[in-house]
């Protein structure tokens, strides 16, 4: 398996090369006959019908004669050259020769020195497996393209036995096809009648349903105007309740808020007024238990007395006026107090109004959306009955048209029948024109087919003989890939 994919490899190197070396090379005619007797190349040149695989096979051929002559050249100079050496080292006098110094060689150097000397020991080998390896792929195209040839003709055979098959089948039981097809075109005509009579019924009941589905959603939708009109009010009504209800809490909410805070205000006004108040309570009391201290002491003068009699006095006084601001605090904030309560009841009331209000329209509004719901499930109802009529009627018309289209099909196949058993039976040349093409036909197929196995002969008998020339030749070719890939390992290393 490893040589089938190596000589692969090499020949698919090869034939890609191969177009530009054959503009190259120039074959002598005197090798091209010396070659003439030689086997591989009577293979394809044996067959003047393949042109193509015969030019390969002689250009295969050609360069490895001219290798040879080449290698034959090279000998004869190779030849002439040494008493030419020989002539000249006479010619000179015989002087002692002092030999040069040895230099130490590098393993890159030995490495192509080896390289040099085995490229020029398997020169010929080389050569020899170029022209071998060319040789086996010039009889491989050969045989695969005959092979492609046999494959076509093989087609166009049975193409044409299946029609003369067909043709004589047709005429032999012609009668019989006739009465058949005839048979079978009144038959689909008298269903393609039926059909489309029972499509037109159809279409005429389908228009019907479809105008009566159309009146009777205008005539539903007139008869639910009135309670749709009637729900649609009474939604907007309690919608408008709804609005009332939350602008109400609203109300109520800010009328707390504001009793609230008079309450506040009041009670720490009305604090504030009666500490002021004890406050000059307490002052007085002390300015009286002063004055009648003095009064006790002898020696308390006039003077003094009259001052303390003043203290006591204006006490008095700021009693009074704290009382008073405490009366007026204590009214001014409770009329505050009392009008934020009389707001907030006001408030409270219309609350519960707005709820009364709310509680009633959303009654009325499920009332009406009930009746309304109940009087268009009845519509709904009545709709989807005439709608599924109308469905099963589309599909009935379907079917029917399908019924009248398969009806036209088998009387235009069975149509197309008949008028081609007439025309085969009013031409019977063309039957054995036909018949005769198909032996001509088949007597070629045989023809390639032996071509084809003579091909194949040849390859074997090709690979066979180049099988030892064309190992050698990869196995050079893999030493020398090798050497150079250690010369450079080397050089890089």
């Known amino acids: 398996m490893a040589d089938e994919t190596e000589e692969t490899k ?10 530009e070396e054959q503009a190259e090379q120039e074959e002598p005619e005197a090798s091209e006959e010396s070659d003439g007797n030689r086997g591989p190349a ?24 001219g290798d040879e002559a080449d290698a034959g050249q090279g000998t004869e100079l190779a030849d002439d050259t040494e008493p030419a050496d020989d002539s000249e ?31 020029q020991a398997g020169t010929a080998s080389v050569t020899e497996g170029v022209s071998a390896v060319r040789e ?16 076509t003709l093989e087609r166009d055979t049975k193409r044409l036995a299946e029609q003369l098959e067909h043709r004589r089948d047709v005429e032999s039981n012609y009668e019989r096809i006739v009465e058949v097809q005839t048979a079978e075109i009144e038959d689909a005509g008298r269903a393609l009648e039926r059909a489309r009579v029972r499509r037109a019924n159809l279409e005429s009941q389908l228009e019907g349903k479809n105008n009566e589905l159309k009146r009777l959603k205008e005539a539903n939708s007139q008869k639910m105007a009135p309670s749709r009109k009637l729900m649609e009010q009474a939604k907007d009504a309690l919608a408008k309740a709804e609005r009332a209800q939350a602008e109400a809490r609203r109300a109520l909410k800010n009328a ?13 006004k009305l604090q504030a007024a009666k500490r002021a108040a004890d406050t000059a309570s307490a002052k007085l009391a002390r300015q009286q238990d002063q004055l009648t201290e003095m009064r006790r002491d002898p020696s308390a003068g006039a003077r003094g007395l009259s001052q303390a009699s003043s203290s006591v006095a204006a006490a008095l006084a700021q009693l009074e006026n704290a009382r008073e601001n405490v009366a007026r605090v204590n009214q001014e904030t409770g009329q505050a107090v009392q009008i934020a309560q009389t707001h907030l009841y006001t408030q409270r009331k219309s609350l519960e109004e707005a709820e009364t209000d709310l509680a009633q329209a959303r009654a009325r509004e499920e009332e009406l959306r009930g009746a309304y719901d109940a009087k268009r499930s009845e519509a709904d109802e009545q709709e989807s009955a005439v709608s599924s009529k109308t469905s ?13 289209a398969g009806a036209r099909g088998r009387g235009q196949a069975a149509q197309a029948a008949l008028e081609e058993a007439r025309d085969i039976h ?38 066979e003989r180049t099988q030892r ?25």
């Open 469 to 493: 020339t064309r190992k050698v030749f990869y196995a050079l070719v893999a030493a020398a890939v090798v050497i150079v890939l250690l010369a450079i390992l080397l050089a890089f290393g």
């Open 89 to 119: 080292e006479n010619d000179e006098p015989t002087e002692p020769v002092t030999e040069p110094a040895t230099e130490p060689v590098s393993p890159q150097q030995r490495i192509i020195d080896t390289a040099q000397r085995a490229a």
């Open 136 to 151: 086996l792929s010039a009889a491989r195209r050969a045989h695969a393209t005959a092979f492609r040839e046999l494959e």
């Open 426 to 463: 009013a031409h019977p040349e063309l039957t054995d024109e036909l018949s005769e093409r198909c032996q001509e036909s088949r007597a070629r197929t045989e023809e390639q087919r032996r071509l084809v196995e003579r091909l194949a002969a040849e390859e074997r008998t090709v690979r």
């Open 256 to 268: 707390q808020a504001q009793a609230d805070e008079a309450t506040a205000s009041r009670d720490s």
């Open 392 to 404: 099963e009627l589309k599909e009935s018309l379907e079917q029917a048209r399908d019924d009248e």
């Open 10 to 19: 090499a020949e698919e190197r090869l034939e890609q090369a191969e177009t």
């Open 42 to 65: 009577d293979g394809p040149a044996s067959l003047e019908s393949q042109d193509e695989p015969r030019a390969d096979a002689e250009q295969g051929d050609g360069p490895k004669d």
